[in-house]
């Protein structure tokens, strides 16, 4: 987005519903005031009507087209009086402008309006469309040279003044009626004079928008765009998010202060062009060689004296030598196309001497440098800047970069973002006119249809219905819905095809434009039903026709990442989001002790690493160091935080693209070095954790440690109030809960958008392998593992062993085990029966004390992978390798025998402890429907005899003896059961029915 380009806010009033009757008569006479960057726009006022419909479009300029997303609209409602007193307030929105949608993508949105304190009556929403426009930038003022667009520019401009001229009289003679007949229009007199003035100044900024203005723009340094950023800037544009949002993402390395990272010190030559006094040039390329003890570099070739302007990074710590050397060549082609190289001259630098610059200082200027020793006559002259800066540097990101290979792309930072994605709803209403056969066909008697849509690779079909062939028609129903994944850009066309399973033949096909399918963002108006004419082969041009109901769905959230994982939660639509609540900051500082993952030259083991980290759709990629074992990044990235309660994925790999791998020429596969995950709700807001973390990945052979990764983590949140607010909204949007997807429905959704995900970055340049985000949103977690079955029935045990826990005290207690305990309890019990009102009050403080006594022991670092909560090193050779194993297996039948006998015994202890909990259920509710009518016959006796009996007795009689009974010495007790607990036990549950 140009910064030179115009912006307005168009924001359309539609209506309102159930508003609070505020005028003492049961109604309300409503009108909005929209408050927008300092300028204020009203409504007419609809007289008493609790759901007045407006349909008026309200338009703002926006000053600051950067500064958008962090401005509010506000949208207040009040009841006029009409009588010049102060109007009445009836409920007010605020929408944060990072939600606006460009022109085109508006959509109708019910916003519930919200109290102005905590006192305020406030009911009923407003539907608005909000949505913002881009105009052309205005074109530089003209030269000389341009009379003809100078005098058209003039002439505009002189119809423009008439026309404000005209509006003024006509505000002038409005004005004389108004005085002349007060009640004409008591909606302009109500109307507060700062918006008229406010509303005139918007006129006058309109109107003087053709006349140019120079603007001194001097941005940051480290807002610099960059060739790389562009590049990743043209990709995401088919993802449909603003430049605005792809200017913040692109730049986030340059404009964050690099605090919870170390700079790194580099080298930096920027070599720009040579000047050559020699007079032979014909048919020569030049090129400049920089040499820093073993490092060697050359500039690309150029001829007819074109510039280099290129920057060369080196790393500090890699250097082996003091000194620089920068050469001119010359290469020329000689006899039989032989290469004639010639040196021009060689300009030395000592590194000692070399300037340190730190932004935000300007550039340092390239100067002239005489080279000397050359082997032409003539002088030759370079210019170059050398200098040492960090990582911060904005020349930084396009330098050739010796750490990291040079200028290969596969090595390179980048910025990466999920396509959005819909849900496509697909509702199958009915066919009409079906054409089962015609001409030599051999009609069904009662033929089976069902309809099978497409969209792209994903494949649903409808229940099949029997109709009847004996007319020449058939009207078939099903309604039902099939819901699909759609990311943008989305498939050119839906295709539906009512099929006859009993031939096996398509009755036809009716293909659906993407492009025509309506949104919708709640479930407040439904989608509407169209027609669609069904075609078959050449003969058949109509073979019927089938009514459906289509609409993306923007009020979901679409999973693409395992549910207890996932890092976003907000809906589709734009216009749904909320505001962020804070923001993550995540330094990648570097590792050390990594692991050889594969061989170099045939002699050595070596390490390529880089990492990636994803949350929310944004997923960032550092630059793969080369050859390192202990490898440093000192990168830092940023993200916006809408829910504390999601999870931040941190993975290391070795790279395997930047090279042509194979006999073949296929590009290698990137290799796991591990995995972290941080959970935000675990960390202290505006606070820094820095760390060193284990990689740990599961291999065949069993677990392995990889290295270890240091990383630094922060949460800055500036509103406790939102923070706390975010814990008592919903974790999913609204949708989910009124129109809820089945469980195993959203589950092959979930895997469908994995894909998605999957193909959509696999094609990004540079790619980020299918491997990788397959590893990072975990989408291997719904297969079968031994070692995860253990995990997970290890935590179910270690959350029953604190009820283990309790009884086993209770049973102490009632043992006798610590008599003075046990003495305490009859007192407390005592103390109980007299005071009851004191039962709940001493429970939650003693609640209050134990958890606040618990807080010192508190986690102090980020919780992450835990190797020993997931067994992996508690597990067999054989239990690995069948994780590993694909699906369908691949192993051989004796070795499946084994699996299989071995998930038999397991799961027969598991049905039988499934079996246990059900009977136990199944015994207490045969005391009610007389399945023992003899065991049912004594509890209807005991309930009576019961009733009488605490009719004569205190309930606090009966709790102090019942308590003195179960507290009672062992030399009382009996060693048997007691008469409830075998009563309970004989009950009749259902097992002895199942076969």
């Given at each position: ?12 009033i ?17 009108y909005?005031?929209?408050?927008f960057?300092?300028?204020r726009r009203?409504t ?21 087209v950067?500064a ?13 009086k ?7 307030f ?12 460009k022109?085109g993508?508006?959509?109708l ?57 005209k509006t ?7 004005e ?13 007199a109500?109307k507060p004079?700062e ?6 100044a ?8 053709t ?17 790389e950023e ?6 995401r ?21 690099y ?11 920027r ?16 090129y ?11 500039t ?9 302007d ?18 001119v060549?010359v ?22 001497e070399?300037?340190k610059?730190?932004?935000?200082d ?6 002239w ?17 050398v200098?040492?800066?960090t ?16 200028l ?16 496509l ?11 089962l056969g015609?001409g ?23 229940s ?5 062939s ?7 129903t099903?309604?039902?819905?099939l ?5 943008e ?7 539906i ?23 919708r963002n ?25 009514h459906?109901r ?25 216009q ?12 990648i ?35 793969t160091?080369l050859d390192?074992?202990?490898?440093q990044?000192?990168?830092?990235y940023t993200?916006?935080?809408?829910d ?6 941190i993975g ?17 596969k ?8 941080v ?6 807001a ?16 069993g677990a ?8 630094a983590?922060k ?14 909204s ?8 009124v ?8 589950d ?32 291997d ?6 070692r995860?079955?253990k ?7 270690g ?36 005071c ?5 009050p ?8 134990v ?7 508190r ?8 190797p ?13 390798d069948?994780e590993?194993?694909?699906f ?6 004796d070795?499946?025998r084994?699996?299989?006998?071995r998930?038999?015994?397991l ?18 509710e045969?005391?009610f429907n ?6 049912t ?13 605490f ?8 709790v ?12 009382f ?7 409830p607990?075998n009563?309970?036990r004989?009950l009749?549950?259902?097992?002895d029915?199942?076969?």
């Amino acid at each position: 987005m140009a910064e030179s380009c115009s912006r307005k806010l168009s924001v359309e009033i539609c209506n309102a519903k159930n508003l609070m009757p505020k005028d003492g008569q049961g109604t309300a006479s409503a009108y909005v005031v929209v408050d927008f960057d300092g300028q204020r726009r009203r409504t007419q006022t609809k007289s008493r009507d609790l759901n007045p419909q407006w349909d008026e479009k309200l338009e703002f300029l926006v000053h600051d087209v950067a500064a958008m997303p962090s401005q509010v609209l506000q949208i207040i409602v009040y009841n006029d009086k009409m009588s010049g007193k102060r109007s009445t307030f009836l409920g007010k929105v605020k929408i944060s402008g990072s939600t606006f949608t460009k022109t085109g993508s508006e959509s109708l949105v019910y916003y519930p309006l919200e109290k102005r304190s905590v006192f305020s009556q406030i009911k009923g929403e407003i539907g608005l469309k909000v949505w913002f426009v881009d105009e052309e930038p205005v074109p530089p003022p003209p030269t000389e040279g341009d009379k003809k667009v100078e005098a058209a520019t003039e002439t505009n401009v002189e119809e423009k003044k008439l026309d404000k001229a005209k509006t003024v009289e006509e505000e002038k003679k409005a004005e004389e009626v108004k005085k002349e007949d007060p009640g004409t229009d008591t909606k302009e007199a109500s109307k507060p004079e700062e918006a008229k003035v406010e509303e005139a100044a918007a006129v006058a900024t309109t109107t003087t928008t053709t006349t140019p203005v120079p603007v001194v723009e001097n941005p940051p340094v480290a807002e610099k765009p960059k060739p790389e950023e562009k590049a990743v800037t043209e990709k995401r544009v088919n993802l449909n998010v603003t430049d605005l949002e792809l200017r913040r993402l692109g730049s986030d390395r340059g404009r964050t202060a690099y605090d919870l990272v170390d700079p790194m010190p580099f080298l930096f030559v920027r070599v720009l062009k040579a000047k050559r006094g020699d007079k032979d040039q014909a048919d020569t390329s030049v090129y400049a060689k920089l040499v820093i003890g073993t490092h060697s570099i050359n500039t690309r070739k150029q001829t007819d004296n074109k510039d280099w302007d290129q920057v060369f990074a080196f790393d500090k710590e890699g250097l082996n030598s003091t000194s620089l050397e920068v050469s001119v060549c010359v290469e020329k082609k000689g006899a039989e196309e032989s290469v004639i190289e010639s040196s021009l001259g060689t300009v030395s630098f000592d590194l000692l001497e070399v300037p340190k610059r730190v932004p935000p200082d300007s550039p340092l200027a390239p100067q002239w440098y005489t080279l000397e020793g050359g082997s032409v006559d003539g002088t030759t002259d370079v210019m170059l800047a050398v200098w040492i800066g960090t990582q911060v540097d904005e020349a930084f990101q396009e330098a050739w970069q010796s750490d990291s290979g040079g200028l290969v792309p596969e090595t390179r930072a980048k910025v990466y973002l999920s396509p959005k994605l819909w849900y496509l709803r697909l509702t199958v209403i009915q066919a009409q006119d079906l054409q089962l056969g015609s001409g030599s066909d051999i009609k069904v008697k009662n033929p089976d249809l069902y309809v099978k849509a497409q969209l792209g690779p994903q494949l649903f079909k409808t229940s099949r219905t029997t109709v009847s062939s004996s007319s020449s028609s058939s009207n078939p129903t099903w309604n039902e819905d099939l819901v699909f994944v759609a990311a943008e850009p989305f498939e050119p066309f839906l295709v539906i095809n009512v099929e006859d399973l009993s031939n096996g033949r398509t009755v036809g096909q009716a293909k659906v434009h993407m492009s025509s399918i309506d949104r919708r963002n709640d479930d407040k108006s439904e989608a509407r039903s169209r027609w669609f004419n069904l075609v078959g082969d050449e003969t058949r041009p109509y073979t019927g026709r089938v009514h459906v109901r289509l609409c993306l769905e923007g009020g979901y959230h679409v999973l693409d990442e395992a549910a207890h994982v996932t890092s976003d939660v907000r809906p589709t639509a734009k216009q749904l989001s909320k505001p962020p609540i804070g923001l993550l900051e995540v330094g990648i500082r570097g590792a050390t002790n990594l692991l050889p993952v594969k061989t170099a030259d045939g002699t050595r083991g070596t390490t390529d690493a880089y990492v990636v980290a994803k949350y929310g759709p944004k997923w960032i990629r550092t630059r793969t160091i080369l050859d390192r074992f202990n490898p440093q990044w000192n990168e830092q990235y940023t993200w916006d935080v809408y829910d504390p309660c999601t999870v931040l994925t941190i993975g290391v790999f070795d790279n395997g693209r930047y090279k042509r791998g194979g006999d073949e020429g296929k590009p290698g596969k990137d290799v796991r070095l591990g995995k972290l995950r941080v959970r935000l709700s675990t960390l202290d807001a505006n606070r820094v954790y820095t760390g060193s973390y284990y990689l740990t990945v599961l291999l065949p052979g069993g677990a392995k440690k990889m290295g270890e990764i240091e990383i630094a983590v922060k949460f800055s949140c500036s509103s406790w109030l939102c923070l706390i607010q975010a814990y008592a909204s919903p974790m999913l949007p609204r949708m989910h809960y009124v129109r809820p997807l089945g469980p195993s429905q959203q589950d092959i959704l979930r895997h469908t958008a994995m894909r998605i995900v999957t193909a959509r970055l696999s094609r990004s340049e540079p790619a980020l392998g299918q491997e990788v985000v397959q590893f990072m949103l975990d989408s291997d977690t719904h297969m079968w593992s031994m070692r995860r079955s253990k995990a997970n029935w290890f935590r179910v045990a270690g959350c029953l062993s604190r009820a283990a826990t309790l009884a086993r005290w209770l049973d102490g207690i009632r043992t006798w085990v610590h008599p003075p305990t046990t003495i305490l309890v009859h007192v407390l019990l005592v103390a109980i029966v007299l005071c009851p009102h004191l039962v709940l009050p001493t429970i939650f403080m003693y609640a209050f004390l134990v958890i606040t006594l618990r807080f010192r022991y508190r986690q102090r670092v980020p919780i992450t992978m835990d190797p020993r909560l997931s067994h992996v090193e508690a597990v067999g050779p054989d239990e690995l390798d069948e994780e590993f194993d694909g699906f369908p297996t691949t192993r051989s039948p004796d070795q499946v025998r084994i699996r299989y006998d071995r998930l038999r015994a397991l799961a027969g202890r598991a049905q039988t402890l499934l079996g246990d909990v059900a009977a136990q259920g199944e015994r207490l509710e045969a005391l009610f429907n007389w399945r023992d009518p003899r065991a049912t016959g004594i509890f209807v006796v005991v309930c009576l005899l019961a009733s009488l009996v605490f009719y004569v007795i205190p309930f606090k009689a009966f709790v102090l003896g019942s308590g003195f009974y179960y507290l009672r010495h062992p030399r009382f007790r009996y060693d048997m059961p007691s008469v409830p607990v075998n009563f309970f036990r004989r009950l009749p549950p259902l097992s002895d029915q199942i076969l």
